[in-house]
């Protein structure tokens, strides 16, 4: 079994940023790709952002790209998302994900492992 922890959420101004991060325990922190995921309210999941295990390949949705990063760090068992300029539409509960293969994307079903989510709050 892996646990995976996000932490990091908050309440923000638009314009704002926030950094994300997402903690993995338990038997192995796998060679796979890992990802990020959001629901907002009255919505269904929706994909943020995956990066690779090395962290040489990352993919964003067109709602983040250019504003939010994605990034691990494997010695520390950790992937973070720092993101930028803040809309009110970022609003949501973001969840971490750790993928089935090496080569997860977008799709939901690749993702076998998940985290409780963290609330962001996108607010003036």
């Known amino acids: 079994q892996v646990q995976l922890v996000e932490s990091g959420g908050g309440m923000v101004q638009p314009g704002g940023s926030l950094r994300l991060s997402c903690v993995a325990s338990?038997?192995?922190?796998?060679?796979?790709?890992m990802g990020w995921f959001r629901q907002a309210p009255g919505k269904g999941l929706g994909f943020v952002a995956a990066i690779s295990w090395s962290g040489g390949s990352t993919d964003y949705a067109d709602s983040v790209k250019g504003r939010f990063t994605i990034s691990r760090d494997n010695a520390k068992n950790t992937m973070y998302l720092q993101m930028n300029s803040l809309k009110p539409d970022d609003t949501a509960v973001y969840s971490c994900?750790?993928?089935?293969?090496?080569?997860?994307?977008?799709?939901?079903?690749?993702?076998?492992?998940w985290g409780q989510g963290t609330q962001v709050t996108v607010s003036s």
């Open positions: 994900a750790q993928g089935r293969a090496a080569t997860a994307g977008r799709a939901r079903y690749e993702y076998d492992y």
């Open positions: 338990g038997r192995t922190f796998r060679a796979v790709t």
